[in-house]
């Protein structure tokens, strides 16, 4: 009956949060003044972008349904496999990160006013000709935008890019980065903070310049798919 009608039967998708009239206006403002300052400066625009957030990582997390798929004969039997939870033992990491690479990473859950003042230090070390320039762009979760951590970047003379709430699809450590780099750590079991760390850090360097790149080029096709989606939610 099904295949006759020719109707698919869909999965519902996971969404952070169901948008109102105002959160989706706020997003395509927010992004039309995005687009906007792009297309008056171009590719400049984009290299000025310093991009950081926050991820736990746990000890260990189980291989997705996808990771674990192989190749098997019509005639053997399916392999079975059991449903794991992450281990209790995780770590948090921040990482921040532009165009060419990663400046700056800090593990467990140091006040963010700490955080933004090693990167501050680290950008004058790797990025010194960024130090007057660079854009910062980071989620409106409460760290990062309460009123002493905001006068605190204040002092810096640094530029935020306004970013809209739940938004985690306008954030290229959320779209692009953090799930790449967790499929990277699945299945391994870590004995502790320092090897997770050790491994995330191996990660982060193996990923390369052309990954940090795209992560970066995608801002524009999100903020022109935002608009055009009337401010709901880009899936891609």
């Not at 990062?144 to 809209?164: C, D, E, Q, R, Y």
């Not at 780099?181 to 052309?210: C, E, T, Y």
Request: with cysteine; charged share 25%.
């Amino acid at each position: 009956m099904l295949g006759k009608l020719d109707y698919p039967k869909v999965c519902s998708r996971w969404v952070p949060q169901m948008l109102t009239q105002d959160h989706k206006t706020h997003r395509m403002e927010v992004c039309q003044e995005l687009l906007h300052q792009f297309e008056a400066e171009g590719d400049k625009f984009l290299d000025s972008i310093v991009t950081g957030d926050e991820t736990w990582c746990h000890h260990y997390e189980p291989e997705s349904k996808r990771q674990s798929m192989e190749w098997r004969h019509p005639d053997s039997p399916r392999k079975k496999k059991f449903k794991t939870q992450p281990s209790v033992g995780k770590v948090m990491c921040t990482i921040f990160w532009d165009r060419r690479g990663v400046i700056f990473e800090s593990v467990n859950s140091e006040r963010y006013k700490t955080t933004v003042t090693k990167l501050k230090a680290r950008i004058s070390q790797v990025r010194p000709e960024k130090q007057k320039t660079f854009r910062l762009q980071h989620d409106n979760a409460r760290p990062h935008t309460s009123l002493a951590n905001t006068a605190h970047i204040a002092k810096f003379g640094w530029t935020v890019l306004p970013h809209p709430p739940y938004s985690p699809n306008l954030a290229p450590s959320d779209f692009h980065l953090f799930g790449p780099m967790k499929d990277g750590l699945r299945g391994q079991h870590f004995p502790d903070n320092d090897a997770v760390i050790v491994a995330v850090r191996k990660w982060l360097a193996s990923a390369g310049a052309d990954f940090n790149g795209r992560g970066i080029q995608a801002l524009v096709h999100r903020w022109q798919k935002c608009i055009t989606n009337g401010g709901d939610y880009v899936e891609k």
